[in-house]
């Protein structure tokens, strides 16, 4: 409701003005995109962490008690969090911790976002337990050639191994939506097609789709319009 009145209300004072009354009635009102760490396991080809010199200047990792003063300062008022934004969350030591510390402050809405090569049975279970509601991997192929050439360093065997054990494990009550993230490039289109052939034997709660865009990464060529017509038709397929 509050996203469909924003798109409604066109007049940027007054949503402001909006923002800072729920804010002063403590209202819920914000989305907030968390990283805990400067890193990532991967170098995706598409992505600014394939490039050297963005590798180099992006550290830093916040430490415990920074995570709970801003939990303190911002859960309260937050609608929807997710962890995992332009990083690799599951390099913070305790991560399925963030999912603890966000439902214990209400948060209605709790996500993670993942390229899923370092998630165990342990830590997937542990995501359940504290109250997940959503779990986004990202694959950018179908077949293992594709896929281990755009997201360089993970293994596709990997991949589906999490999977498994992730169909398995949300079998139990309260477990999280599996969304898939798939960015599209010139060389990986046609597989698209071939998503539910692939991975049609997964319970997947979400599929998003989106054209690569450049974002500083060694792959950044955008689609040309032969290539968004055939984009469309296969979208229309799935």
């Known amino acids: 409701r509050l996203i469909r009145l924003n798109r409604f209300v066109s007049n940027h004072r007054i949503k402001f003005a909006g923002a800072l009354l729920a804010h002063h009635l403590k209202m819920r ?3 907030l995109r968390f990283d805990p760490v400067m890193a990532c396991n991967l170098r995706c080809t598409m992505c600014y962490f394939s490039d050297e010199e963005y590798r180099r200047k992006a550290k830093g990792v916040f430490r415990k008690d920074e995570i709970e003063r801003i939990a303190e ?4 008022r937050t609608l929807q969090v997710v962890f995992g934004c332009g990083t690799e969350p599951t390099l913070y030591r305790d991560y399925a911790d963030l999912v603890r510390i966000a439902k214990s402050y209400g948060v209605p809405f709790i996500g993670f976002t993942s390229n899923g090569q370092l998630l165990t049975e342990e830590s997937i279970s542990k995501l359940i337990e504290y109250g997940l509601d959503e779990l986004a991997l990202s694959v950018h192929g179908m077949k293992k050639e594709t896929y281990e050439r755009f997201m360089v360093n993970s293994s596709f ?3 589906h191994n999490v999977l498994g054990k992730l169909e398995y494990l949300r ?3 309260g477990a999280p939506n599996l969304r898939l993230n798939y960015t ?12 539910f052939d692939v991975f049609g034997k997964y319970t997947i ?3 998003q789709v989106r054209p690569v865009m450049d974002i500083g990464g060694q792959y950044r060529s ?3 319009q032969p290539e968004i017509d055939k984009y469309k038709h296969i979208i229309g397929d799935l």
């Open 29 to 31: 009102h914000l989305f």
């Open 73 to 76: 300062l911002l859960f309260p």
């Open 157 to 159: 065997e990997k991949f």
């Open 171 to 173: 079998k139990s009550p």
């Open 184 to 195: 599209v490039n010139s060389e990986n289109l046609d597989e698209l097609g071939l998503f």
């Open 205 to 207: 709660n979400t599929l």
């Open 222 to 224: 955008a689609l040309q």
